[in-house]
């Protein structure tokens, strides 16, 4: 399994990624003291689980990492206290022993398809809408109820640039709100790009 871990104390962050890494099955791929970048990191390196310190979140970070995981492409395990937030797959303790947090990423693992599923090849329509990759992708955003703002954070797109897509996307689909986009989604109405 493939993690990327977060914390802004770089001591806890060292030497959590370095328990982790000595497990076989788990590699670590990132290690980042800030949301963003976590998730940019994330993204890149095609990590499966986000490990999050959440000991010294502030109330826009656990949002921006909810809505990284609302995407779908990750799962997300908090550090610390159990908290009633649905969106995360698990809450480990902060006083957890190394086996305690082994068992509960490998619970997690195996949630996770034996060979990951790009988004490209997640499933294909035929109503002829011919959206670009780029515009597909903020599409599922807007389908998941995200803000511009957000789906900005979450994609490295500018927020003007998220604008302009959701723009284009609604002049392609016929659409005059982003609740129609949604729909759209969620009936198969919109071819998936293939290119």
């Known amino acids: 399994m493939r993690i990327a871990v977060f914390s802004k104390e770089r001591l806890f962050l060292d030497a959590l990624s370095g328990l982790l890494d000595r497990k076989g099955s788990i590699q670590v791929v990132a290690r980042e003291t800030t949301a963003k970048e976590l998730i940019s990191s994330a993204k890149k390196n095609s990590a499966q689980?986000?490990?999050?310190?959440?000991?010294?979140?502030?109330?826009?970070?656990?949002?921006?990492?909810?809505?990284?995981?609302?995407?779908?492409?990750?799962?997300?395990?908090?550090?610390?206290?159990?908290?009633?937030?649905?969106?995360?797959?698990?809450?480990?303790?902060?006083?957890?022993?190394?086996?305690?947090?082994?068992?509960?990423?490998?619970?997690?693992?195996?949630?996770?398809?034996?060979?990951?599923?790009?988004?490209?090849?997640?499933?294909?329509?035929?109503?002829?809408?011919?959206?670009?990759?780029?515009?597909?992708?903020?599409?599922?955003?807007?389908?998941?109820?995200?803000?511009?703002?957000?789906?900005?954070?979450?994609s490295d797109l500018r927020e003007q640039s998220v604008k302009n897509l959701v723009s284009v996307i609604m002049r392609k689909l016929k659409c005059e709100n982003r609740t129609q986009v949604a729909l759209k989604l969620i009936n198969a109405e919109v071819e998936f790009p293939t290119d």
């Open 49 to 154: 689980l986000l490990i999050v310190d959440g000991e010294q979140l502030d109330v826009d970070e656990v949002q921006f990492l909810l809505g990284a995981r609302a995407v779908g492409d990750f799962f997300l395990a908090m550090i610390g206290e159990k908290n009633n937030e649905s969106s995360v797959d698990a809450t480990i303790s902060r006083s957890s022993s190394a086996n305690d947090l082994y068992e509960s990423v490998s619970a997690l693992s195996s949630l996770v398809p034996a060979s990951s599923v790009s988004r490209e090849g997640k499933r294909s329509y035929g109503k002829g809408n011919a959206l670009t990759h780029r515009e597909y992708e903020v599409a599922e955003f807007v389908a998941k109820g995200m803000s511009n703002r957000t789906i900005s954070e979450v």
